[in-house]
């Protein structure tokens, strides 16, 4: 297996005008309004209570603790995104609040070792009982991930010391050892985790663990029954017939081992979460059962079970996976944390392989669904990700919030909100794989970069205005000549690249998707890659029903859609003539500095008025109509209206 690492973000600075924006409003905005929400200090907005229930953990202050069973989760996200953030942004004021936090979290932190603050504060006798439904090792990987982000931007290890108790109390309890429990997570999220905090301790009894968890998963006798029967078959959700998290195994990837599994099922974030752990590990230990695995698994997930926006996860019940090509438009979940997880996913699988299929979806997920999933303003966010949607009116019925055609302040399981934010404040990590055989190039955003490979240190440089403009320019930034290869992904959406070294022509022959450039580079030297970006037409399979007769745009890795808000009502009365030819304008308004595409289009005229059904219907009238169809990430920007991605073709 090939040697691999995450990128320093002390080692790149993004440039792009595209991506300089997100992380800037990252930094002003979306930071500082989920500390405020952490901290119930937004009018109108779900309460979370997630800080009170530390204080109250920690003995600072009385009360209850309120909200969901992985609420501390919440916390964690955050902490991780201020990480990122001051990898290259130094903000003492921001540094402090983190430290302050941190401080909390420590003083939460019980004599054991052990740490949850809904175990703590409600139901300390409840500890470790029900790992099926309640979470608890699912928020010890998130505080492992942060815990890992902040010592390594600031190098404070304060919070990493918390992990390492943790974890250590952990490995107490788990494990194959008899008097140990013999189980695992019915959320995936510690495995990664844990393979984190073992690369960054040099932990080696962190790694058996997470082995340990996810060699365990889904063997037999079934641990979730064991635990079920030794609680006296009680459920965290309400006992009333809700023990279903404990009856599907499949629900959380548990109804087989991972070896032997054969398709995506089951809640989705688990299940991305889970195989981004597998496909760590697999390539840390040369297991090559587990790297089948997650090809075997990937496959299903990529090219039967995703939708083009790079969502996944069908349905609304259990957020989850259905079966290959269902996949509903105006029922779709498409949960925007599930999108995160695809790349996260998506990123150990190129680590592993060095195949650009995987960069390819975790673009599509990233420049759709996963921003998407927030405002242009950065303060209002979508569970959420439907293809297709009619407003409706749902006053008063919070069980409808998570659907609501428009972005809501906060969530009482908001989950989503600081997951987009450690994954905008730490999209550095997902441009370039640095393996063995090469330093690849898997997203294409202005930057400068350091890297060292082979004993020699040089920085690229790369510029252009992607995902609008065309254009891509590596600069080779080096004291002395030296020797490496880099891999430029071709993306599978663009038919005739072009490439160029020093103004001359290259021949590009594909390698798993990417131009191996192997030489001797010189300092100054200039690559050019030209990525010709007209607008497509996408099909779909034919088994893929919700889609048949209709077509998607695609210019580049950006899906678009029609909006209400510039094309009317009735969307589902509009077709695209095969004929029709595409005019690329700026936006205007909240979006500028986006490209829009014009068309011309056809509104079929409805006949014979008001029936609601009619006998022997003759054909309906066409009438021409200018189509305009703005990118998906951006809609539901400009007020309530309807959207529709797949648009009937005519």
């Keep these: 297996m090939s040697n691999t690492q995450d990128l320093d973000l002390h080692r790149i600075r993004l440039t792009s005008p595209f991506w300089t924006g997100y992380q800037a409003l990252a930094r002003d905005v979306v930071v500082p309004y989920q500390w405020a929400a952490l901290n119930d200090r937004i009018a109108g907005a779900e309460p979370s209570h997630a800080i009170a229930n530390f204080r109250i953990a920690a003995g600072r202050e009385q009360g209850e603790f309120h909200g969901m069973v992985f609420q501390d989760s919440d916390v964690y996200k955050w902490l991780e995104a201020v990480a990122y953030l001051l990898c290259r942004d130094p903000d003492d004021a921001l540094e402090r609040a983190a430290d302050e936090v941190i401080e909390l979290i420590a003083d939460a932190q019980q004599a054991d070792g052990y740490l949850n603050t809904y175990f703590i504060a409600k139901a300390p006798q409840q500890r470790w009982t029900n790992l099926a439904e309640c979470h608890e090792l699912y928020c010890a990987g998130h505080l492992f991930e942060a815990g890992v982000a902040y010592v390594q931007a600031t190098g404070k290890r304060r919070l990493l010391e918390v992990c390492c108790r943790f974890a250590d109390h952990i490995d107490a309890v788990f494990g194959p050892e008899p008097g140990k429990r013999h189980g695992y997570p019915g959320h995936p999220e510690v495995e990664l985790a844990l393979l984190r905090l073992h690369e960054a301790t040099g932990e080696s009894r962190y790694l058996a663990l997470a082995r340990y968890f996810i060699e365990q998963r889904g063997t037999q006798p079934h641990f979730y029954d064991i635990e079920y029967e030794q609680r006296g078959r009680t459920s965290h959700w309400n006992n009333h017939g809700r023990d279903w998290m404990v009856r599907d195994k499949a629900y959380s990837q548990a109804h087989l081992p991972i070896v032997e599994q054969t398709a995506a099922t089951g809640h989705a974030v688990r299940f991305v979460y889970l195989m981004a752990g597998v496909a760590h590990l697999a390539r840390l230990s040369g297991d090559e059962a587990k790297r089948q695995a997650c090809l075997r698994l990937w496959n299903d997930m990529a090219q039967r079970q995703m939708y083009v926006t790079g969502g996944i996860g069908a349905q609304g019940w259990g957020e989850s996976f259905t079966s290959a090509y269902d996949l509903p438009n105006d029922s779709a979940y498409a949960e925007s944390c599930a999108s995160i997880g695809l790349m996260m996913f ?305």
Excluded at 381 to 406: C, Q, S, W
Excluded at 560 to 571: F, I, P, R
Aim: hydrophobic share 40%.
């Design 346 to 650: 998506a990123s150990r699988m190129l680590q592993m392989e060095g195949d650009a299929r995987f960069a390819d979806v975790m673009e599509r997920a990233l420049y759709n669904s996963v921003l998407a999933g927030m405002s242009l303003d950065g303060m209002r966010f979508f569970y959420v990700n439907p293809l297709e949607t009619v407003p409706r009116i749902m006053p008063g019925n919070h069980a409808y919030d998570h659907v609501k055609p428009v972005r809501q302040r906060w969530f009482s399981c908001a989950c989503c909100p600081p997951n987009i934010a450690r994954l905008l404040t730490s999209i550095g990590r997902y441009v370039y794989t640095q393996r063995d055989d090469a330093l690849y190039v898997n997203l294409y955003m202005g930057c400068e970069a350091e890297f060292e490979r082979g004993g020699t240190n040089f920085s690229l440089r790369q510029s252009g205005d992607y995902p609008w403009g065309e254009r891509i320019e590596l600069e080779v930034l080096a004291d002395a000549p030296f020797v490496t290869t880099l891999a430029l992904r071709l993306p599978e959406w663009c038919a005739q690249p072009r490439l160029h070294i020093n103004d001359e022509d290259v021949g590009i022959v594909p390698d798993k998707g990417y131009a191996h450039l192997a030489r001797r580079w010189q300092p100054g030297d200039r690559i050019v890659l030209e990525l010709p970006m007209p607008v497509r037409r996408v099909g779909a399979h034919p088994s893929l029903r919700h889609a048949s007769g209709r077509v998607a745009l695609q210019r580049g890795p950006v899906v678009y859609c029609l909006e209400q808000a510039d094309n009317g009502a009735d969307l589902h009365q509009l077709a695209l003539p095969a004929d029709a030819g595409f005019r690329l304008l700026p936006g205007d308004g909240v979006l500028a500095g986006k490209a829009v595409i014009h068309s011309e289009g056809v509104r079929r005229i409805p006949a014979n008025g008001d029936a609601l059904y009619r006998y022997d219907a003759g054909a309906q009238a066409l009438q021409r109509q200018p189509l305009v169809f703005v990118p998906y990430f951006c809609w539901a920007n400009r007020g309530e209206g309807e959207m529709r991605v797949w648009v009937d073709a005519c």
